[in-house]
């Protein structure tokens, strides 16, 4: 069975860095793009970047670039979204998903909520 | 870029009807669109793939249309678990760079 889980709940302050984790589990991880969607709340969805784990071919949407970085580990099937100083608007869930052949997500990480306040 | 914009972006309807949500793209995409349906609290979960492709679990109720630059997402005989916020989603298939309208809420 394929599964995404994605690393709990965060609290942070304003200028603290951050990484978020999603763990694929049941396929070969290296095989399949893994992308990044942000949802503010009560808003839609955002796409923020997507990684091929298998070589590390990264793309970011223009929104993003710069903000975030993407990386994922080969050995532990992890990817991660990560900020270096995070700002009140970060404040978000944080989705990861799988991109099938038809260029769709087909498999969802449950989430992690990021909350930055001073 | 591309820009994907849904209409409407709220729909109120009953059990048993027939809605349509419309998808359009500033330029001609390939037919790499996705429909989601996303619930309060919930991950996306994919309805429609390649414009009119069921994913598989689906139910047949929903269906999806179009190319170029206008698409739509079908539901038929409206069922209570319908009612969520619906997405489309276009992917670059050369550069993956992704898209997101702006979603459709669906509401009884």
Redesign the interface.
């Known amino acids: 069975e394929v599964q995404l889980v994605q690393s709990g709940a965060e609290v942070k302050k304003p200028g603290e860095s951050l990484r978020i984790s999603c763990q694929g589990s049941g396929y070969r991880f290296t095989n399949y793009?893994i992308?990044w969607?942000r949802q503010m709340p009560g808003k839609?969805?955002?796409?923020m970047g997507?990684i091929y784990p298998g070589d590390s071919d990264t793309?970011y949407?223009?929104s993003f670039q710069g903000l975030v970085t993407v990386s994922a580990d080969m050995s532990t099937s992890t990817a991660y979204l990560q900020w270096h100083s995070l700002q009140a608007s970060d404040t978000a869930i944080y989705?990861c998903?799988r991109?099938?052949a038809?260029?769709?997500?087909?498999y969802?990480?449950?989430?992690t909520l990021v909350s930055v306040s001073s | 870029d591309i820009q994907m914009t849904q209409s409407p972006s709220t729909l109120s309807a009953s059990v048993g009807d027939r809605v349509t949500i419309t998808c359009r793209a500033n330029q001609t995409v390939t037919g790499w669109l996705a429909w989601y349906q996303q619930k309060p609290g919930k991950a996306p979960k994919l309805l429609i793939y390649r414009a009119s492709s069921l994913e598989s679990g689906v139910p047949s109720r929903f269906s999806g249309s179009g190319s170029g630059t206008e698409f739509t997402l079908t539901i038929t005989n409206l069922q209570p678990d319908d009612f969520a916020s619906y997405y489309c989603q276009h992917c670059d298939s050369y550069s993956l760079s992704c898209t997101f309208g702006q979603g459709t809420k669906l509401e009884i």
């Open positions: 793009w992308g969607v839609g969805l955002e796409w997507i793309r949407s223009p989705f998903a991109l099938q038809g260029k769709a997500f087909n969802w990480g449950q989430g």
